[in-house]
């Protein structure tokens, strides 16, 4: 009886547990990765790869850190305007590009070709310029915080925008040089230039309206937003945004315009920058602000699609137009 | 002319000669309880003109004059034959006896004449409780809502959950009355139990679509469970013990043939027996630490009904159960020291946490029935039903600093989050039975509910003390407004007799919902038509309009207290859906064989939008989900066997149900239709009970049904993070369609076995069951994750690659439970 009872209590604990289950199904054909952002006045560019299997033993095959980037002559890469062709040439990276500036309002329709993989296409249209001004940059010391409102005016129809605050960073670094088996060469200051964005923390409506404040706040201290929304709250009217971010960009506490005793320095601007972006930018780019938090956690959410207006193929081809303005 | 009017006249008084009619009427009893019987059947056997007893026993058969030779029938019931002259309207009563050979057999059965061949109502289905209470249970509890999944158009959630999915709804498309009051959370233990103690149930009846019009607020399916009204006679009872649970029920009369009482408990005890492992563990640790915890839930069900002189009738129904869960944590410190000066200091330190989690429904109900004629049966009643959440966290901090003995340092922190969410409901109901003809049963009343939603509260206080001189308090209270719509419906439907071969149930409800300064409104036809070709064979239709004015926003997998019941909104609409179903049913000796098809389209369904959580949706709930329509198509075999040794039914069911959200705003996979998530497309299941003789029977069922969808990536790409200040790139999984993942096949097998040993006292009776006797491990949940393989390199040497692969969870092994019971 003991063994009986000791055997069934092995079983019991056996059987609860995780099981893998081989993935057996037909793989599934991979798919060109388009994606371009637009904007009036800049020229055309695309930048494609492709998807790679993530199951079974398909997915042993891709090369570790392959970037799936792909920039060569076989792709072919046309933009139509109107009755007008355009064709987007490799430049580097996964970059392809051409000339041609379009303009505010322009349909464009991008169809990408290469082979071994079917003919993708997608469009959109270039948003007219954004209509938007700083009302206020306040800091407030107490709280280490900056209180920012912008001030939208909105046209009649359906508007898709996104508000993003970043550090404009110039500055020189000391950069260290070694050789190939770790040997010192020399330490050289350099310039440096970069952008960076930052974490914005907003209780304004327009965020929660949108569906896209993923982490609610507690306390009413805000929530984490993506700066994406819609204008289904303020339709044809003036709306003011209101927002906040922290009074400094995380790892610069203060501007070091006097270079140190190694001779670096750096100035951090920040700006916060206002777009109009069409549709299908809009629901890229939230649906992929969704996919950082969420991922394709099945338990406790709903697993994100990352939405894309690319026919055959994933991405997105979208468009929009921005005002920048310094805080 | 002349000729023609007098032939007219003379028909018209024939005719009226013909039709001096009289009623009978009265309650029909359980000879030995005294206990009203649901459903069973009084016939003129001469002229084949029939009723049949309401919820509350009632009858009334209009007939015309004469010597009426009547059968009493009930399925488990000996047939009552009696004959009468009717002269003028009469009241009768009848006591039916219990037929135990026939009680055995008896089981989930269309042979009541309102559901069969040659009833109108199609799409229903009555669950006796001896059929609950043998079939195979996990770990050896009867549940109600187990044995309903295994009806065809019924599918099954998540493993061993309680919820359950009719004919492409939502979990929470299903209407759960409990003596004709809704419950809102009939989930134990995370849905692995329901909330209905078999022992205090007297009758359950499915419906799946033809909803009569007195039924109405859910799109899917209402699930009408009578609790026992109490032996009128004699005292009885049942003690069971089982692997988690002990109950106990008590009936019988408190006035003999007056008033009775039936009460049930029902408590779980793992949290007793886990008490002296804790206390042990307790004793064992030496560094100050002492924990404690538990779970358990508990059902109490408690009616008295009282007849009065005059035939009336008074019920007070009342209904308990709570879930809860508590732990805390002690832990002291204490340490002493000696500076260089020579000073002894001592420090001493406690900190408690502590955690308080409790669930439940709280419903009660008063009925008034009176017959005010013999003709026309009345139900008055007023309800009231809750539901409430609360969910407790507290830690105590101390500390002391004493130096040579006197205190130098005293401090103490309190801190305290609640959370409380709660629905209740007041309802005022008045019910019409009228049965003016042998060709018409009349149906017709009115509800009116207030609710209260009180979607999420909570509170946090802190509280703190420096040398026992108080801080000021902090104390704050935040989540949404309380919302309070007003519900009223109205209804009338007739189950008429057009010719002997061909009846009708057409009604019409009408609900008005007023919530948030808007009042939405929905008329609601019912049709149901049954042609009757042979007294064997019949064919039947059905058309329902139903609205919804509540959701449930609710985890997937498992059903959690945090699980939230919302209204309707200005911006959320009601749901409403519309079902066609066509039916045969056929009768061969002891088989009972029926074929039904439907459709059924859903409008303003809702769906969490992607990347929405479950966790923390009392807030903002309205922006975490997207509204769409939905659509369900399939077609439900069954065949059973309703007396004999050998019972059961074998079902299946092939089905199809699609979601598509498309509006402006509600965009989900692109506005393409997609699988909803319990989606399945063959469902198969076969329910078998055997009685060897008096002292033993046994049963099996076993399970085979299509995998419930999910969303998973089979391929990923680096995707540009949209904006042009940061241009990066992130691999993400690329998931071409929601709900594009079959879960495995679903199989499962259970045994058990019931071993009776009458005494004189009662009878002793001990049950083994074995879930999942084959231990085939069926998934809970399914989700793609990186493993990492062993290469060997052509120099040797030895790498590891990553590489995708699905796992799932499996929580349901081989469970054995035995069970004793004693019915006195």
Known sequence: MKRLIILAICVFAAASCTKIIEFTGEQKQNLLVAYAELEDGQPLNLSLSCTAPSLGEASLNVPEGFERGICDTKAVVLAYIGSEKYTLLPYHDSIYLNDHCPKAGDQVRFEVAYPGFTTVTGSTSVPRQVEARLISSKLDLA??????????????????????????????????????????????????????????????????????????????????????????????????????????????????????????????????????????????????????????DTFLSEPVQIVSNVKDGAGCIGAFSKKIFEL | MKKTLLTIILALAAFSAGAQKYTLSGYITDAASGEPLIGAAVVDITTGTGAVSNNFGFYSLTVSAGKKQLEVTQLGYKTLRDTLTLGANVSRNFKIEEDA???????????????????????????????????????????????????????????????????????????????????YNVNHMGGFFSVFNADAIKNVTLYKGNFPARFGSHLSSVVDVRMNDGNYQKYHGVVSVGTIAAKVSLEGPIIKDRTSFAVS?????????????????????????????????????????????????????????????????????????????????????????????????????????????????????VSYTQYRHTLKLKESKSSSIFADDKLLDKCSEEAQVTFKSNIRDISATLDFDYMPSDRHDIKFGAVYTSHTFKPGISSISLKETENDIPAKPFEANFGDKNIFPHEVAVYFEDNMTIFPWLKANAGLRGSLYHVQGRTYWSAEPRLGLRALISDHLSLKASYSRMSQYVHLLSNASVSLPTDLWVPVTATIKPMVSNQEALGIFYELGDFDFSIEGYYKSMNNVIEYRD?????????????????????????????????????????????????????????????????????????????????FSERIDVSGTFVLSTGNCGTLSYRTFNARTPGSVEQYYEEVGYIESRNNFRMPLYHRGDLGANFHFPSRHGQHTLSISVYNFYNHQNPFIVYRTTKSKEIKEPDGSVSYKPYGVIEQVSIFPIIPSISYSFKF
């Open chain 1, 143 to 296: 709280n280490n915080m900056r209180e920012i409102k912008v001030r939208i005016h909105d046209k009649a129809g359906t508007d898709y925008y996104r508000i993003q605050v970043y550090d404009d960073i110039v500055g020189e670094q000391l950069f260290y040089y070694y050789d190939d088996h770790w040997n010192f060469i020399e330490a050289k200051l350099e310039p440096y230039h970069h952008k960076r964005s930052r974490w914005m923390v907003s209780n304004d409506p327009v965020f929660e309206k949108s569906g896209l404040d993923v982490i609610s706040g507690i306390i009413g201290e805000g929530s984490d937003v993506s700066g994406y929304f819609t204008d289904a709250m303020f339709e044809g009217k003036d709306y003011d945004v209101t927002l906040t971010i922290p009074a400094n960009p995380m790892d610069y506490e203060e501007d070091t315009t006097i270079p140190d005793e190694r001779g670096e320095w750096y100035k951090c601007t920040p700006y916060i920058m206002v777009q109009a972006v069409s549709r299908d930018l809009f629901l890229y780019g939230a649906s992929f602000w969704s996919y950082q938090y969420s991922g394709e």
């Open chain 2, 101 to 183: 050979l026939l009680l055995e057999g008896a089981l989930v059965t269309a042979h009541r004449s309102n559901l069969g061949v040659k009833g109108t109502q199609m799409s229903a289905i009555e669950v006796p409780l001896t059929q609950i209470k043998s079939v195979p249970a996990i770990a050896g509890e009867v549940d109600l809502l187990k044995v309903l999944q295994l009806l065809p158009g019924v599918q099954s959630g998540t493993e061993g959950s309680a919820g359950f999915h009719v004919r492409g709804g939502g979990a929470d498309e299903n209407l759960l009355l409990l003596d004709g009051v809704p419950l």
């Open chain 2, 265 to 381: 408990f029902r408590r779980t005890y793992a949290d007793v027996l886990a008490r002296p492992v804790i206390a042990w563990y307790n004793k064992r640790e030496s560094d100050g630490l002492q924990a404690t915890g538990g779970y358990y839930f508990y059902d109490f069900n408690a009616k008295v009904s009282h007849k009065m002189k005059n035939g009336d009738k008074l019920t007070l129904s009342f209904y308990s159960g709570d879930d809860d869960v508590y732990a805390s944590v002690d832990e002291q410190d204490s340490y002493q020291y000696v500076d260089s000066e020579n000073t002894r200091y001592q420090s001493n330190s406690a900190n408690t946490m502590s955690l308080g989690w409790a669930w439940g429904n709280l419903v009660s109900a008063l009925r008034w029935t009176k017959e005010l004629a013999p003709r026309l049966f009345m139900n008055a009643g």
């Open chain 2, 611 to 691: 990347g929405a959580s479950f966790i923390g949706s009392s807030t903002g709930w309205e922006e975490k989900v997207a509204v769409g329509k939905g659509w369900s198509y399939g077609a439900e075999f069954m065949v059973q066997k309703s007396v004999g040794r050998t019972t059961g039914w074998i079902g299946y069911t092939i089905s199809r149900t699609m979601r598509k959200f498309d509006r402006e705003g509600n965009i989900l996979n692109g506005g393409l239709p997609f699988p909803a998530k319990y989606d399945r497309t063959h469902d198969f299941n076969v329910t078998l009970t055997h009685k």
